[in-house]
């Protein structure tokens, strides 16, 4: 036992030493080093940025092989400065899964005749995205990242942004393919026609969680274009400042997503500020999303589509003739929905919406001249009643009223005036015959058609009284009204000693009515003989004062 101690202690030394070689291997620095790494499964790591020369093809994950490569904030640059076959920098038939622990680190450079120009993702292959950021690059379809027949893309973190292609500026999922979104962005990506950032041809894209596709830019599509049999869930996450550039196509539009045959279906999620430009002749629709003739859209949960704008003007779910949204289930009072439609409300004529009455409290239109409404068993887009006023005499300018359809709302105040005369209140007729509205701020209506208001008038009350002491000592005058006095006055007539005491009184009842003269005499009680002073009073029936008594002396 003792002979073999040293050859044991020796055989176990190397074995360690061997093990050591192996987990310490130095990380990759040159394009030869890497593509051989690639072709064996393990993990990759960069040492330094890595730079392909002009004879050096792309690197390649085989079938059945699993990579890791781990950036540590280095850059892998194809330097192809011209479109060449084969252009992409990396092309995964196997299983490839981008990390990048340190930040900052790019798959570049890639510049393909063809489909994909930063990785291709071959048939049945697998790419999963954590880190990094896949930058610079160009293709005729997928500039970014090309996920082919019966392929598997997974991104969880980092970046695709600024690349260009014709479809898919960002990312170009084909048919039979997945492609899965919870974290990271597509960001700043243009497509000269469809997808700025993702063009989602017959398969499957789910985004959810924190993703965001933001700042991209397409002729239709700007942040996801759904072709036909494409299927679009949006759980969660952002479609934001995407733009739709409308070159003189009918079809184009859809600055955050155009749904062009298939069925994107928003569960939650924002999407906001995107537009949709109109850049030559035709007509651009569908700020947030353009529902085309074919496409379906879905929606439960607590989608937000706001703030989205086509041509200037609020456009946020653009919906053509005939085409209604379906909803799948429980809508969140917080949920927001703007709707424009291709052909607008009338009188007598609303434009269904959808023929769900679950949450039909979160679809606005997206013009302030309709409203949205419930009438039996679907929610409708209704032309806004309008609120006409007429000042009937008076002067001055009022505004018309936009009244949401069939909601209860208070009227305008009233900002016309007459000289003379008093508001009183409304009428549906000039004359007063109509039906009355009072003149309180807090007058509500509720209309679902226009109405014309024809201001009410009362001319204001003027009472003139002249007296004087007639000859036999009593008084006589003339009263002189304006306005809408009728009935009984009184005209009450009181002496007094040259101390103030009250000697005696006496009142005439007179008849008057408004825009009158009345004269009239009162005689001094024959036990009144001298006295210091005289006051006349006018008072209504009740003794009500109309106006200041007049004093008089002997």
Request: proline letters at 4%.
């Amino acid at each position: 036992m003792k002979r073999k101690l040293p050859g044991l202690l020796f055989a176990l030394a190397l074995c360690m030493g061997l093990l050591c070689v192996s987990a310490c291997a130095e990380p990759v620095d040159t394009w030869d080093r890497l593509s051989a790494a690639m072709g064996a499964s393990g993990t990759v790591e960069l040492a330094n940025d890595v730079m392909a020369g002009p004879a050096d093809t792309c690197l390649t994950v085989p079938a059945g092989v699993e990579v890791t490569l781990e950036l540590n904030g280095h850059t892998v640059d194809r330097s192809l400065t011209a479109p060449q076959a084969e252009g992409y920098v990396i092309e995964v038939k196997g299983s490839l899964t981008v990390k990048d622990s340190v930040g900052c680190g790019a798959i570049t450079g890639g510049n393909n005749s063809g489909s994909g120009g930063g990785v291709y993702v071959a048939p049945k292959g697998t790419f999963t995205m954590e880190g990094g950021s896949i930058t610079g690059n160009t293709a005729c379809d997928g500039g970014g990242v090309y996920a082919a027949y019966k392929a598997s893309f997974t991104m969880t973190g980092g970046s695709i942004s600024g690349n260009a292609a014709s479809d898919g500026g960002g990312v170009y999922v084909s048919s039979d393919t997945g492609l899965t979104m919870s974290g990271g962005s597509i960001a700043g990506n243009t497509a000269s026609d469809r997808g700025g950032g993702v063009y989602l041809d017959s398969s499957a894209f789910t985004m959810s969680n924190s993703a965001c596709i933001t700042g991209n830019t397409a002729v239709s599509g700007g942040g996801v274009w759904v072709a036909s049999a494409g299927v679009f869930k949006m759980e969660n996450g952002t479609i934001a400042d995407n733009t739709a550039n409308n070159t003189g196509f009918l079809t184009n539009g859809g600055g955050g997503v155009y749904v062009s045959g298939g069925t994107f279906t928003m569960d939650g999620g924002v999407i906001i500020r995107n537009r949709a430009v109109q850049t030559g002749s035709g007509e651009t629709r569908g700020g947030g999303i353009n529902v085309a003739v074919d496409g379906t859209f879905q929606i439960s949960g607590m989608p937000n589509i706001s703030g989205n704008q086509a041509g200037g003007n609020a456009d946020n779910v653009y919906l053509p003739n005939g085409k209604t949204i379906e909803v799948t289930g429980p809508l969140c009072t917080q949920a927001w929905v703007g709707i424009t439609t291709e052909t607008a409300p009338a009188d007598g004529l609303p434009v269904e919406i959808t023929s769900s009455l679950n949450g039909a409290q979160v679809f606005r239109s997206d013009d302030e001249l309709y409203g949205t409404a419930v009438e039996g068993s679907a929610v409708y887009l209704y032309r806004n009643p309008v609120v006409t006023f007429e000042a009937n005499g008076g002067t001055g300018e009022m505004e018309p009223q936009l009244v949401p359809y069939g909601s209860a709302e208070p009227l305008n105040q009233n900002r016309f005036t007459r000289s003379g005369w008093s508001f009183v209140g409304w009428n549906t007729k000039a004359d007063g015959t109509g039906v009355g509205y009072g003149r309180e701020d807090t007058q509500v209506i509720t209309l679902t058609e226009d109405l014309t208001l024809y201001a009410r008038w009362e001319q204001d009350q003027s009472i003139d009284l002249e007296v004087s002491i007639a000859d036999h000592g009593g008084v006589v005058g003339t009263i002189t009204s304006t306005g809408p006095v009728a009935g009984q006055v009184r005209v009450i007539a009181a002496w007094y000693s040259g101390s103030g005491q009250m000697l005696a009184v006496n009142m005439q009842a007179c008849p008057l009515a408004g825009d009158s003269t009345l004269d009239f005499s009162i005689g001094k009680p024959e036990t009144v003989g001298s006295y210091g002073s005289c006051r006349v009073f006018l008072t209504d029936e009740n003794f009500r004062p109309l106006c200041d008594f007049v004093p008089l002396c002997p």
